[in-house]
């Protein structure tokens, strides 16, 4: 019997939030009737609207529901967090989604079965349906981690990955708390340090209610810091290999 926890950041999802539950908790349920411990950890990141109401109120239909309320630290700094609450409340496997309705919880068990052969498995966004901007930024953050990292990694950034809390944690060491692109730099280090990986496709739809909180000029803005948080993180590498 292994624990699963599937955790996800949520914004102002008030339009989004119940959907994704109904979607997702089928998962953990299924989960549950094989044998596994399963829970949905759900981190409200300081939300302006009500996102923290429905989820009080979803967790009483759903007891294996856990909704979270914190601060508001941005996406990458609840993404860390939720990780280390998994990791804390002793999670065998995390899976990582966003809770905006991109992702179909039916993709997930091709992750399931193959669990046990690989140590990371990232989700491949094949025919994306999320703008011609998200894919250049794809594309850019591939190539940035290249030049970096010295690694090509097929898709960095994607909210669809289930990983061994095994192989986590020491990456989770060489990240910055406050690390926006920690999806991106998890995945860069996985390359790096030659992890058993996967990148099975996936499916990823248009933003399925509310408005996306990240613009371009905010993406650029996040690209540039970015840049610096790369180095550092490369230090923190070099520094480890030289121990």
């Excluded at 939300?47 to 601060?71: C, M, R, V, W």
């Excluded at 609840?78 to 991109?102: H, K, N, P, W």
Aim: positive net charge; proline residues 4%.
């Amino acid at each position: 019997m292994s624990k699963f926890y599937f955790v996800m950041p949520a914004y102002n999802e008030a339009e989004n939030i119940k959907a994704t539950v109904q979607q997702w908790y089928p998962v953990i349920e299924e989960l549950e009737r094989r044998g596994e411990q399963a829970r949905l950890v759900i981190a409200n990141d300081g939300s302006k609207d009500n996102t923290s109401e429905i989820l009080s109120q979803l967790k009483a239909q759903y007891g294996l529901l856990i909704p979270i309320d914190k601060p508001n630290s941005g996406h990458g700094a609840t993404v860390l967090y939720l990780y280390r609450y998994a990791i804390q409340e002793g999670a065998d496997y995390i899976f990582q989604t966003d809770s905006d309705g991109q992702t179909n919880p039916d993709e997930f068990w091709q992750m399931y079965e193959k669990r046990d052969q690989f140590d990371f498995q990232i989700g491949h966004r094949m025919g994306r349906q999320d703008g011609a901007s998200r894919v250049f930024v794809t594309k850019t953050l591939r190539f940035i981690v290249w030049l970096m990292f010295h690694e090509w990694v097929v898709d960095a950034n994607t909210p669809f990955r289930l990983m061994t809390v095994e192989k986590l944690k020491p990456i989770l060491n060489m990240i910055p708390e406050d690390y926006f692109l920690c999806n991106v730099a998890i995945s860069a280090i996985a390359v790096k340090w030659h992890y058993r990986i996967d990148w099975p496709k996936i499916t990823f739809k248009p933003r399925q209610g509310g408005v996306n909180s990240i613009n371009m000029k905010r993406i650029v803005k996040i690209g540039w810091k970015a840049l610096g948080d790369f180095r550092k993180i490369n230090r923190n590498l070099k520094h480890q290999n030289h121990q």
